[in-house]
Each structure stands twice: as structure tokens, then as C-alpha cells.
Antibody
Framework: EVQLVQSGAEVKKPGESLKISCKAS????????IGWVRQMPGRGLEWMGI????????KYSPSFQGQVTISADKSISTAYLQWSSLKASDTAMYYC????????WGQGTLVTVSS | EIVMTQSPATLSVSPGERATLSCRAS??????LAWYQQKPGQAPRLLIY???TRATGIPARFSGSGSGTEFTLTISSLQSEDFAVYYC?????????FGQGTKVEIK
């Protein structure tokens, strides 16, 4: 069974950095695209980017290019999403999702950015 | 970028009735289309992939159809647990994109 377990909720101040994680199990981590989806409060789902852990090929949606960094560590089957300087507008729920016959989802990580 | 448009935005249905949700793509996505259900405070759940294949454990009352640019999710007889927001998503071209969602509410 595919399982994606995300790191816990975060409360940060504007300008701070952050790295959240998504640990995968139940499948061959290097063989499937895995990515991140943003859901702002009361809004819909937006793809941020994806990574293929087998060769670290990474793609970003135009809206998120340069705003975040997606990475993966094959040795521990974990994907990451990081910000170098958070803004209040980054406040949202972030889901990791594995692509393979549709998406399998993590439970979500709530990120709150407030001064 | 492929734009996915769902209609209607809100669908009011009585329990036991049929619900029909639509999703249109701005260009052909062939059958590379999935449907998800999201309830408040929960992560989305995969219902349908490949436009018409039910995911593991999804009840038979959920069915998907269509190809190219026009797709439909049908819930044959709405149960209380089906009231939620439904999203379609294309995965033929990056960036993959979601529709804006259809909220199915109790009439």
C-alpha cells in the first residue's frame, strides 16, 4: 500500500526559511513522479512542481518557478519542499502526491506565515 | 497550460438522486484525466483515473466517462458521505492542472 507521511504543521514569520518533508513507503520511490500541491484557505488545488527521484528531474509550474525548491533523498525515500524566504501569502495547506494511475496523497502540512 | 473548467460550480442534489459533474479541457488530454473527492479538513481522495477506471476501494456508484476534451463524473445514487467537493485533473502535459472544483451539496 502506498503511504505518504508528511511532516507536521509549521508556524513561521515572514522572511524565514522552511523545509517540509514527505516520506514515502509501499512502492519503489525512484520510479514514480512525486510532487507538491498547494491549497490556500477556502480555495482549490494548485500544482507547484514534481520530481522524478530516479534521476532528480524536476519540473515547476510557472507560478512557482523560482519561489520554491523541490528535492528528494532516494536513500530515505523522502521528498522535500522548501522556501528560502516565506511570505504571508504562502500560508496554505501543502500536500505531497505521487503520480501513478492517478494521485496518492499525503495527509497535508499546514504552513502558517504570520508576523 | 491546459485549462480545466468544471461545471456547475455548485450542484444541489437530494440523497438517492443521480449527480452528473462535467469537466472540460482547453485542449485534448486523451484519457489522461482523474477525478478526486475532497471533504472538509481532509486530503483529496482519488476516485477515477484514466477517465473511467475506478481506483481501489471506490464504490461502483461512481463512474467516469469521456475522452479528449469532455469528461463526466456520475454518482448514480448519492449517499450522505458523497457530499463533498470534486476536482478533475489532467496529467497529459506538464504543468498538470486541476479544475476549480464542483461542490455537491444537500438539496
Amino acid at each position: 500500500e502506498v503511504q505518504l507521511v508528511q511532516s507536521g504543521a509549521e508556524v513561521k514569520k515572514p522572511g524565514e526559511s522552511l523545509k517540509i518533508s514527505c516520506k514515502a513507503s509501499g512502492y519503489n520511490f525512484i520510479s514514480y513522479w512525486i510532487g507538491w500541491v498547494r491549497q490556500m484557505p477556502g480555495r482549490g488545488l494548485e500544482w507547484m512542481g514534481i520530481i522524478y527521484p530516479g534521476d532528480s528531474n524536476t519540473k515547476y509550474s510557472p507560478s512557482f518557478q523560482g519561489q520554491v525548491t523541490i528535492s528528494a533523498d532516494k536513500s530515505i525515500s523522502t521528498a522535500y519542499l522548501q522556501w528560502s524566504s516565506l511570505k504571508a501569502s504562502d500560508t496554505a495547506m501543502y500536500y505531497c502526491a505521487r503520480h501513478g494511475g492517478g494521485l496518492s496523497w499525503g495527509q497535508g502540512t499546514l504552513v502558517t506565515v504570520s508576523s | 497550460e491546459i485549462v480545466m473548467t468544471q461545471s456547475p460550480a455548485t450542484l444541489s442534489v437530494s440523497p438517492g438522486e443521480r449527480a452528473t459533474l462535467s469537466c472540460r479541457a482547453s485542449q485534448s488530454v486523451s484519457s489522461n484525466l482523474a477525478w478526486y473527492q475532497q471533504k472538509p479538513g481532509q486530503a483529496p481522495r482519488l476516485l477515477i483515473y484514466g477517465a473511467s477506471t475506478r481506483a481501489t476501494g471506490i464504490p461502483a456508484r461512481f463512474s467516469g466517462s469521456g475522452s479528449g476534451t469532455e469528461f463526466t463524473l456520475t454518482i448514480s445514487s448519492l449517499q450522505s458521505e458523497d457530499f463533498a467537493v470534486y476536482y478533475c485533473q489532467q496529467y497529459i502535459n506538464w504543468p498538470w492542472t486541476f479544475g476549480q472544483g464542483t461542490k455537491v451539496e444537500i438539496k
